[in-house]
């Protein structure tokens, strides 16, 4: 059945950078885009970025300049990339799997990060 | 960007009562809006697609309409386990913005 699950380092320090890997089952990366969206404490989702299944992404642009996102199809994983950390970045982190314009159908567990010294 | 507006915040029902929740968008995104429900320490899930497509193994209790710039969930006779976070999700035009939430609670 088709899954996502996303792993990250759970504890960053201000300043500092992070990855979280989505790791999928079910489906092929080449045939679906994933969506990273993220979701502070007691708020709302924010949607980050997508990375298509060609390749090609899309960022929010208030983030664009410490966001990336990339995948490794062969192994079934994307990545997210974000430096320069802030309080503020602590949040849950999903990934969800869509096709293109379509709504998220699947979605991860979710990933903690907190950003704190 | 494409600001949308969820209302009401907080909707209190009682089980059993119909409910609709509205979605608002800052301008025209034609039928290119979702709607997911949430509960508490859960992910996201995808009730409604492009505003009133169903979703396999969601609830027939569960219905959305609208297109443009207004948008209606509808509930038909809510029960318990519906009872949480509902967000709706616009895919016109990037950044695929996210409402702010109703929050259906227990009257």
């Known amino acids: 059945q088709v899954q996502l699950k996303e792993s990250g380092p759970g504890l960053v320090a201000p300043s500092q950078s992070l990855s979280i890997t989505c790791t999928v089952s079910?489906?092929?990366?080449?045939?679906?885009?994933v969506y990273w969206v993220r979701q502070p404490p007691g708020k709302g989702l924010e949607w980050l970025g997508v990375?298509?299944?060609?390749?090609?992404?899309n960022y929010n642009s208030a983030l664009m300049s410490r966001l990336s996102i990339s995948k490794d199809n062969s192994k079934s994983q994307v990545f997210l990339k974000m430096h320069s950390l802030q309080i503020d970045d602590t949040a849950m982190y999903y990934c969800?799997?869509?096709?293109?314009?379509?709504?998220?159908?699947?979605w991860g567990q979710g990933t903690t990060l907190t950003v704190s010294s | 960007d494409i600001v949308l507006s969820q209302s009401p915040a907080t909707l209190s029902v009682t089980p059993g009562d119909s409910v609709s929740l509205s979605c608002r968008a800052s301008?025209?995104?034609?039928?290119?809006l979702h709607w997911y429900q949430q509960k508490s320490h859960e992910s996201p899930r995808l009730l409604i697609k492009?505003?009133?497509q169903s979703i396999s193994g969601i609830p027939s209790r569960f219905s959305g309409s609208g297109s443009g710039t207004d948008f209606t969930l509808s509930i038909n006779s809510v029960e318990a386990e519906d009872f949480g976070m509902y967000f709706c999700?616009?895919?016109?035009?990037?950044?695929?913005?996210f409402g702010g939430g109703t929050k259906l609670e227990i009257k």
């Open positions: 969800a799997r869509a096709l293109y314009g379509s709504g998220l159908d699947y």
């Open positions: 079910g489906f092929s990366l080449t045939n679906y885009g």
């Open positions: 990375i298509w299944a060609g390749g090609s992404t």
């Open positions: 301008q025209s995104i034609s039928n290119n």
């Open positions: 492009y505003a009133s």
């Open positions: 999700q616009q895919s016109n035009s990037w950044p695929h913005t």
